[in-house]
Nanobody, 121 residues
């Protein structure tokens, strides 16, 4: 299984970025998908997730109203649209897939390699 994330970069506060994660060797449509992030000196946290079965979506409180997660099963792809970025959003963002609903406290079945998002003030 591979989860290939892309779309990170260096932006100024207030800008937008769209992260993309393409899955391979995975029955994508039957996996819960999500994005975690880990900032320097902090623990990894679940930022957003989208369920395969009921489409339920979760957002971490600090990104509600700014980030949007979506999936495109036909392309085995999950996206994270990030708007109004803040310096506190600076982190390595990881795509993840799981057969169980994704949570910060649970290790997902699969991780991607991560893409760095840096937001300057």
């Amino acid at each position: 299984v591979q989860l290939q994330a892309s779309g990170g970069g260096l932006v100024q506060a207030g800008a937008s970025l769209k992260l993309t994660c393409v899955a391979s060797k995975l029955t994508f449509k039957y996996y819960h998908m999500g994005w975690f992030r880990q900032a320097p000196g902090k623990e990894r946290e679940l930022v957003a997730s989208i369920n395969w079965n009921d489409g339920a979506i979760y957002y971490e409180d600090s990104v509600k109203g700014r980030f949007t997660i979506s999936r495109e099963n036909a392309k085995d792809t999950v996206y994270l649209q990030m708007n109004s970025l803040k310096p506190d959003d600076t982190a390595v963002y990881y795509c993840a897939a799981g057969t169980d609903e994704l949570k910060t406290t649970m290790e997902p079945a699969y991780w991607g390699r991560g893409t760095l998002v840096t937001v300057s003030s």
